[in-house]
């Protein structure tokens, strides 16, 4: 291989490399967000609606007079 050209790819990888570099410095410096505490919320909600009280009426109509009942 030519001795420039790989001078110029060497160069180019290190710059790469330098970006990638405080691509990931930048990223560690941002406060990080608790993905499980907001997963448990979120099951936490779902849980409470689906489970109420027994006693609740159901949201299904009633099928009185229907004309297609088997």
Same mark, same amino acid.
């Given at each position: 291989m030519?001795?420039?050209?790989?001078? #110029? &790819?060497? =160069?180019?990888? +290190? =710059?790469? #490399? =330098?970006?990638?570099?405080a691509?990931? #410095?930048?990223?560690?410096?941002? %406060?990080q &967000? +608790?993905?499980?505490?907001?997963?448990? +919320? =979120?099951?936490?909600?779902?849980?409470?609606? #689906?489970?109420?009280p027994?006693?609740r %009426?159901?949201?299904? %109509?009633?099928?009185?007079?229907?004309p297609?009942?088997?």
């Open positions: 030519n001795t420039i050209s790989s001078l #110029l &790819v060497s =160069a180019h990888q +290190d =710059a790469l #490399l =330098a970006e990638a570099a691509q990931r #410095l930048a990223k560690a410096s941002k %406060p &967000v +608790d993905r499980s505490n907001r997963l448990a +919320d =979120a099951a936490k909600s779902l849980w409470s609606l #689906l489970s109420g027994a006693e %009426p159901n949201a299904l %109509p009633t099928l009185t007079n229907y297609y009942r088997g």
